[in-house]
């Protein structure tokens, strides 16, 4: 599915998708015609302004003349924008929740990229977060191809049937990733947590099934004390999550030098582990920044990476 469209009343789907297309084509268009005539009547209106009302339109007439252009001029302009934001999603083979994937995956790289690689998972565990290109981008006229239909003298006919090809599940990739690697990326704040099992002979959550009734009694005093004022400190019992920038501020830095938190000397690695040769010699000890170059990869088009893929094969 790639969203839900409330001027169709629909679901915009592979099948649908042509049809949504063309709708916002011919709806941006006929709009356009009728922005252009309402310009020619409002052009007409303020050269006669100077002239005697029972010469010019009624109140009525003008009060409809200004409505009608305030809607058409905010509607054509939302339209437009949804049809660029289509016909690139249409060339780059992607559907808007792919789009906002992508861009998720952006930050979670930009995060990575300053806590040395890793985030924060649930249960306490380490995420690595690597660069992944979109596994669906096979070009522009294939990527135009594959979602309007193989002839592209129908693609804009207002009476084309939905596509036939394919079952909507399977879809060609480009190989620069592994087929075993999944998309979207993994993302830290989706993991589930895991399950932990029921144990009815613990009933009590905090550990106090030892205590006497006297003592169960204030520890529990004690942390509704500790929650009122919790809550009562942001004066609204909605918990809302730190933003990543204020968490990562109030976060105490090891070292300025991201390579040096990479590199540790008593045997506690901290962050992404560093590539060494046989005899513990790092990139940086050759003027290497391994830190740049594991993490600032190369944003190549689509087009260069095709090309590599094309020689690769030849030389094979």
Known sequence: MDHHCPWTVNCVS???????????????????QLEYFLYVRV?????????????????????????????N????????ILLVRNIWCLGANVTTIEGWEMERH????????????YLDGPNGIKVKIDRQEFPYDIGIFKNMSQAMGGNGLF???????????????????????DPSTSWPPPDPDRIPRLMRSAEPSRAFAHGQDQLSVREQIEAFRQ????????????ATPIVRRIPFYDRYES??????????????????????????????????DFGVDDFVEFYDEDNLPLATLLQQQRSTKEQR
């Open 251 to 284: 976060t105490p830095q090891q070292e300025e030098n991201p390579s040096q938190q990479l590199d540790s000397t008593d045997g506690v690695i901290s962050g992404e582990e560093g590539w060494r040769d046989p005899e513990g010699d790092r990139l940086d």
């Open 106 to 117: 952006e930050t979670l790289l930009r995060r990575a990229k300053v806590l040395g690689g």
């Open 43 to 71: 052009a007409v209106v303020w050269q006669g302004r100077d002239l005697p009302s029972y010469l010019g339109p009624s109140p009525l007439q003008l009060i409809i003349l200004f409505i009608f252009s305030v809607v």
């Open 155 to 177: 693609w804009l006919w207002p009476f084309a049937r939905s596509l036939l090809n394919g079952d909507g599940l399977q879809f060609e990739i480009n190989g620069f990733e």
């Open 73 to 80: 001029s905010t509607t054509l302009f939302a339209l437009a």
């Open 223 to 234: 942390r509704q004390v500790a929650d009122l004022r919790r809550f009562q400190k942001d």
């Open 14 to 32: 592979y099948r649908t998708f042509p049809h949504f297309v063309r709708f916002l084509f011919y709806a941006v268009g006929s709009m356009t």
